[in-house]
Antibody, heavy 118, light 108 residues
Framework: EVQLVESGGGLVQPGGSLRLSCAAS????????MHWVRQAPGKGLVWVSR????????DYADSVKGRFTISRDNAKNTLYLQMNSLRAEDTALYYC???????????WGQGALVTVSS | EIVLTQSPGTLSLSPGERATLSCRAS???????LAWYQQRPGQAPRLLIY???IRATGIPDRFSGSGSGTDFTLTISRLEPEDFAVYYC?????????FGQGTKVEIK
């Protein structure tokens, strides 16, 4: 069974940093592109970032470019999102998601809640 | 970026009724790259349809997707109690990927 489990969320002050992890199991992580998608409380889904299978290509939404860094450790079956210079508007549930079936996000974790507040 | 506009915002229906959800794109989306997700309260999004019309594994056949170009539709033929949720369309054709704002299907 494919499983994605996020961790590392929490409360952080504006300007602070946080690193999210996404532990993958039930499939071979190194074979898949991976994405982060976030959802502010009561709002819709917003794409954040993506990384290719071997970690050499990354892409970001304009709203997080220069502040967030996506990475992966395929040997540890783990995806990461380093978030720096956090703002109140970054408050959201952050989901990691696997790419399959021709590019669709087919499996999602349960999310890690990030709250940016003083 | 491609803007996806879903309508209606809320759909109030009774179990057993048919639900028709619309997703309109601001520019053409290849049918191969349009998906629909279901999100129940407190849960992660669940893939229902990809490639505009292909049901994901384990999805009941009461869910169907159709459309092309800029207009796409998700149809639930007979609503079951577990189908009352929020539904999102998603295009993964043109970067950045984008989602519609969601349609809430609620019990009337």
């Amino acid at each position: 069974e494919v499983q994605l489990v996020e961790s590392g969320g929490g409360l952080v002050q504006p300007g602070g940093s946080l690193r999210l992890s996404c532990a993958a199991s039930g499939f071979t992580l190194r074979s898949h592109w991976m994405h982060w998608v976030r959802q502010a409380p009561g709002k819709g889904l917003v794409w954040v970032s993506r990384i290719n299978a071997d970690g050499t290509t990354t892409d970001y939404a304009d709203s997080v470019k220069g502040r967030f860094t996506i990475s992966r450790d395929n040997a540890k079956n783990t995806l990461y999102l380093q978030m720096n210079s956090l703002r109140a508007e970054d408050t959201a549930l952050y989901y990691c998601a696997r790419v399959d079936l021709g590019g669709v996000l087919d499996n999602w974790g349960q999310g890690a809640l990030v709250t940016v507040s003083s | 970026e491609i803007v996806l506009t879903q309508s209606p915002g809320t759909l109030s229906l009774s179990p057993g009724e048919r639900a028709t959800l619309s997703c309109r794109a601001s520019q053409r989306v290849s049918s191969s790259y349009l998906a629909w997700y279901q999100q129940r309260p407190g849960q992660a999004p669940r893939l229902l349809i990809y490639g505009a019309s292909i049901r994901a594994t384990g999805i009941p056949d009461r869910f169907s997707g159709s459309g092309s170009g800029t207009d796409f539709t998700l149809t639930i033929s007979r609503l079951e109690p577990e189908d009352f949720a929020v539904y999102y369309c998603h295009q993964y054709d043109i970067s950045p990927r984008t989602f519609g704002q969601g349609t809430k299907v609620e019990i009337k």
